[in-house]
Structure formats: structure tokens, C-alpha cells
């Protein structure tokens, strides 16, 4: 997905640093405005896969580090659950300046308690969605531990939460208790999502009946079975994108937010790798695909390596052609299964090699046929199998040429 760098202030003049995921061609239907989880910056990966599904469904999503974090400038001892909400309403206006004001809001843990608090100040938020967040802020207190007895006699402490070391304020704890929580979130009226898992250790799923049970319909529970609290697996942050993304196209026009549209021309192929990992989106006219590589040489096995679609290729068009072979002769074909393998080979290796010197491409094609066939017919589609398209272009000479665009 296109992405960019942004910034903006706060409401104390700091700038905040941020990332804004754009869809593939650039013209999203609507923008969403995302909350990381409590010391969490913008690009923690649950952050990252949930705005990525949402961008590939055409929801542009602004991610960012609340004042003091990851980024952005300021001082986190300064900071308190009252200046996170206002962070959200700037940041929130500088869409609405230089975009368009985010319809979703989507929090993570105390960012989930947070957009619930600051909707009511964006107009242009239609919808909320809150992932493992507390029903009351002041559940965060409790993550200090030891600590909080110190902030409570010396004002300030310094805290270890998740291997890093933050200072805190006496001031953060007396801006949680006087958060209206309960008031807040009945006086939402906008549509809300809530997902959360049965089993989060971090903040207990009764958080999730609380909000429920205070907010008005139209609201609805997603269960995150078996997911910790950060969403530290792929797939149930992916999880959460995709079905946020279904869930806000009621609330975003009659049609609702469809598919992206691919930015490929039909009989092009267009290929977007970001920064992270090797995560590629491909788009072929209208068809979209992920490719990747295995976690093992650093991917994050989203999908298959691009040799894996090169063997898919020529394994689709083999089972296509003799397909369409059988059929012209009305021969009794009821099904074709293809099997193929790929790997390199020395090529001093290779008895029947012309090249002698580095290495060759090898691949296994294995066919099975289901149907009664004569010795001759199966003879004759093996035969055929060698003829498809995609076997050809494997054996000729290939041209490509590359160019850089301006």
C-alpha cells in the first residue's frame, strides 16, 4: 500500500509524527483515524496489518504516536489520558485540513478507551471501533504495579511496562479517575464494534461487556479467540482489519466500501512492496494477490514466494490447456490435478544440460488424470502438457525491458 510520513501539532504546538496508509490507487472512499495501544507507537505490527486491510479495501487510515512516544516530540511524563484525546481531535483536523475528517475511529487498549472519549468532539466520525480496550481508563492504573504507591507519596515514578522504562506523573493517575467513562460512552450514539479475546490477560473480556452494556445500539462483539492482548499474531490483527472494514461499508454509503479497485490496466501486472518485510501487494488487472517469502529468510510468509506463483503459473496453465484439449476432442477428462516442484540445480548436475557452468532452474510436473482414458489419450495430454503457453515461454529466449519512471 502507498503510505507517507506526516506531521502535526498538538494543542500544545508539539509536533506528532505519523503515518498515513492510502489505498493502492490512491483514491480512497473514506478516512479512517487509528489509536495505538497504550505505550505504543504507530508502527507496532497489529497497527500496521489492520491499516493495511483497511487500505485494501479503500479506507485511507491516519496511525500515530501520542505525544511523547515513538516520533513524536514532547515529554510522556507530561502526557496524561486527557491529552491522548486531544491528540485524537488534532489529529483528527489535520485530515479534515488537508484530506477529509476520518468517519472511523479505531482504538487499541487505552487508544480504544480513547477514541470512545473523543468521538463526541470529531463530526466527521460515524462509526467507533475498539479492540481489547478498557471499559474505564483508570483500569490502566493497575499496570504500575508497585510503582503506583510511589506516584501516590512522591508524585512521580519511574515504571518498567513491556521491557521499557517510563516516567510517570501523579497527574496521569488523577486524570484517570476523573474520566466520566460510563456517561461518555452512552452518550456516544454512533455505531460501535468491539473486539476483544476471552483470554486477554492484560485487560479481562468483562471490559468488553462494560462497554457493551453502557453504549446504545446500534453496537455489536467481535470474540478474538485465542489472541493475546497486543494481537502479537498476523492473523488476528488481519482478522480485525477485514472485518472492521465489512463491518463500517453499511456506514459508509449506500454501497458501502467495496473491494479496492485494482490500480492494474487489464493485461497489466502491477507489484507494491513497502518497507516492512517483503510483503508484496500485486494486482493482475483486476485480481489481487499478496506475494511474500518464508519467515525463514526474514518474510513474513503472507504469501507465496514469487517462484511459488512462477510454479503456479505454469501448473494453472498446464491443467487449463489439457483441459481445453480434452474438451475439443470430447475426451472422458473429469478431473486434472497438477503437482510441481522447484528448486535449483548445479547444472554439472544435469546429464541432458546443455549449460554446463552455475546453476538451472528445475521443475517436477506431476499429472494426474481422472477419467477413462486409453493408454494413448494419457500419452497424448502428456504430450500436451509440454505445449502450454506458459511451458513455452519457460523455454524460449525471454526479452524484458525495464525501465525507471520519472
Known amino acids: 500500500m502507498p503510505g ?36 505504543c507507537g504507530k508502527d507496532v505490527r497489529a497497527a500496521f496489518n489492520i491499516c493495511r486491510a483497511l487500505a485494501m479495501r479503500g479506507i485511507a487510515t491516519l496511525r500515530f504516536d501520542f505525544t511523547g512516544l515513538g516520533a513524536s516530540a514532547g515529554d ?16 483528527a483536523r489535520f485530515l479534515e485540513e488537508h484530506y477529509e475528517g476520518p468517519k472511523i475511529l479505531v ?3 487505552l487508544g480504544g478507551s480513547a477514541v470512545l472519549q473523543a468521538a463526541s468532539g470529531i463530526k466527521s466520525c460515524i462509526a467507533v471501533a475498539t479492540v481489547a480496550a478498557p471499559a474505564n481508563p483508570e483500569h490502566v492504573a493497575g499496570l504500575l504495579g508497585a510503582a503506583r504507591t510511589l506516584l501516590d507519596k512522591q508524585g512521580e515514578a519511574d515504571v518498567l511496562l513491556a521491557g521499557r522504562k517510563f ?9 484517570l479517575k476523573n474520566q466520566q467513562w460510563k456517561d461518555k460512552i452512552h452518550a456516544l450514539r454512533k455505531p460501535l464494534l468491539i473486539f476483544h479475546s476471552p483470554v486477554d490477560q492484560t485487560v479481562d473480556i468483562s471490559n468488553a461487556a462494560e462497554i457493551f452494556t453502557a453504549a446504545l445500539h446500534p453496537k455489536s462483539f467481535v470474540a478474538l479467540n485465542n489472541a493475546d492482548h497486543l494481537l502479537s499474531k498476523d492473523e488476528d490483527s488481519e482478522y ?4 472492521l472494514a465489512a463491518w ?23 507489484a507494491h512492496i513497502g518497507p516492512e518485510h517483503y510483503r508484496t501487494d500485486v494486482y493482475a488487472g483486476a485480481h489481487v494477490l499478496v506475494a511474500d517469502e518464508p519467515r525463514d529468510v526474514g518474510g513474513t510468509d503472507a504469501g507465496p514466494s514469487p517462484y511459488g506463483y512462477l510454479s503456479s503459473a505454469l501448473g494453472a496453465c498446464t491443467a487449463i490447456t489439457l483441459r481445453m484439449y480434452a474438451d475439443r476432442k470430447q475426451w472422458p477428462v473429469e478431473a486434472i490435478i497438477v503437482r510441481l516442484k522447484h528448486e535449483k540445480i548445479h547444472a554439472s548436475d544435469c546429464a541432458t544440460c546443455e549449460t554446463g557452468d552455475g546453476k ?19 500419452q497424448r495430454l502428456l504430450e500436451i502438457a509440454n505445449k502450454c503457453p506458459v511451458h513455452q515461454t519457460l523455454h524460449s529466449e525471454v526479452i524484458i525491458d525495464s525501465r525507471l519512471k520519472d
Open 4 to 39: 507517507e510520513l506526516v506531521h502535526f501539532l498538538n494543542a500544545a504546538g508539539q509536533k506528532l509524527a505519523g503515518h498515513l496508509e492510502m489505498p493502492a490507487n490512491g483514491r480512497p472512499r473514506a478516512f479512517a483515524l487509528y489509536a495505538p495501544c497504550f505505550t
Open 76 to 91: 510522556f511524563a507530561d502526557t496524561t489520558f486527557s491529552t491522548n484525546i486531544a491528540d485524537l481531535v488534532c489529529a
Open 107 to 109: 482504538g487499541h487498549s
Open 167 to 175: 516516567h510517570f506523573k501523579k497527574a496521569f493517575l488523577d486524570d
Open 240 to 243: 480485525v482489519g477485514v472485518m
Open 248 to 270: 463500517a461499508s453499511k456506514y459508509l454509503g449506500e454501497l458501502g466500501v467495496q473491494p479496492l479497485a485494482s490500480p492494474a490496466a487489464e493485461g497489466e501486472v502491477v
Open 360 to 378: 538451472l532452474d528445475r521443475f517436477e510436473r506431476e499429472i494426474e488424470l481422472t477419467g477413462k482414458l486409453s493408454g494413448e489419450q494419457r
